[in-house]
């Protein structure tokens, strides 16, 4: 039986003897490992290169679907927002998560212009007039036409097919 969660610390340990950053995702479903990656942002100079994304991209490709049910995602570290957001939209089982910012803090930091992992969760809550990335809004309808578009395509349905629900 393969062990996960030193599959994902082997994967990241890897990464970093190779030049890359700390972190990796392995993606497992049926006792099968569906996709694993590391954090490939040092090697490809892509800032959406993190490992959950990788491999949640590989996994989906793999079964044809965006939707990750029934699947178990091990990361080396509590996900950042961007990752966070992809794990929600993926609709994994569980995601299984191996240290914690607080504990990787002391050895690894990665702060930007406009996120500072201290402060961005609370940044992501406030409505984008009051965050700190400066953003404009300049209303379109042709822009809102292009949805209109999608659901007519799609039967009057504002839903996309097969996504899972949430659970009231």
Not at 96 to 102: G, I, K, M
Not at 104 to 122: N, S
Request: with cysteine; aromatic share 10%.
């Amino acid at each position: 039986m393969v062990d996960y969660v030193q599959r994902t610390i082997d994967i990241a340990r890897n990464n970093v003897t190779a030049g890359g950053r700390p972190f990796a995702t392995v993606i497992v479903r049926d006792g099968e490992i569906l996709a694993e990656s590391p954090n490939l942002v040092a090697q490809s100079h892509d800032p959406t290169a993190h490992a959950e994304i990788l491999a949640i991209r590989d996994a989906c490709v793999r079964l044809g679907t965006e939707h990750l049910v029934g699947a178990t995602i091990y990361v080396l570290a509590h996900p950042c927002p961007m990752c966070l957001g992809a794990l929600y939209y993926c609709s994994p089982d569980e995601v299984v998560f191996l240290t914690t910012r607080d504990a990787y803090e002391p050895h690894y930091v990665d702060d930007r212009k406009y996120f500072e992992l201290d402060t961005f969760y609370p940044e992501f809550a406030k409505s984008w007039e009051q965050r700190r990335l400066p953003m404009r809004y300049e209303p379109r309808e042709d822009a809102v036409d292009v949805y209109r578009l999608w659901q007519h395509r799609n039967g009057g349905d504002r839903r996309v097919s097969g996504a899972p629900r949430s659970q009231p």
